[in-house]
């Protein structure tokens, strides 16, 4: 394992903006701004949502997270292990063992999930970031 | 075999700032991502490099987009917050 100074920054700043996300709630806090795209489109882009369900999950809420975001919290832990591997045990072989053809796969599902969870039909528009 | 394990292929960055930062410029990333992938399954080191390189340059393209658009904006936040707190102040 590495204990570089690169790490310990990294591991600083994701700390505080967890502890920060754990206890602020990204739509009630006045400093945290809407996304631009958002704001300007009014449309949800695959990535809307994701500040919140990490909030939730922060706090424990699986099921509000889910509603936010659910392809974040989907590739959370994944991303996790993988970005842990590669920073700290500078382990890039570990990516290296996804197939393209997953890679692909989530490009496809993300601009699904663009295209699907603007729709404001029934079973589409539970896609969009919600509360339950 | 040699040094194909250094590659890094940049996904987990790419995915971060698709969905935290700035989706246009993260899809490229993701992109070339699955071709450094495919280049080092395949063998082919000095094109897997290439990719990683460019893979690296739109991560770094879309986090630098986005933390500009973001801090810019939690400043004009922060302007109107004080301004109408001083508004209301006199």
Redesign the interface.
Known sequence: MRCGLKNLIVVVLVGAAAFFLWMVHPEEN????RC??LQGTGFH???CG??RAIHYLLQGELAQAWAM?P??VL?LP??LV??SA?LFF????L??R???RW??L??VV?LLL?VLRNLPVYPFSLLAPHHV | MSG??????Y???S??V???CC?PLG?PA??F??????L??AGQIEEAKAASSKAKMWCWLSFGIGIV??IT??IL??GA?MLAAGVEGY
Do not use: M
């Open positions: 006045g400093f945290i701004p631009l795209f882009c695959p990535g994701s500040l975001n392809l974040t590739l994944v991303l993988v970005a590669e500078h382990r890039y072989d990516a290296h996804i197939r393209p890679i692909w989530l490009l993300f663009g | 194909q394990e250094n590659i890094p292929n996904l987990w960055q995915i971060v698709t969905l935290l989706l899809i993701i992109v991502a699955a071709k450094v992938n495919g080092v399954t658009v973001i904006q939690v936040q922060f917050i």
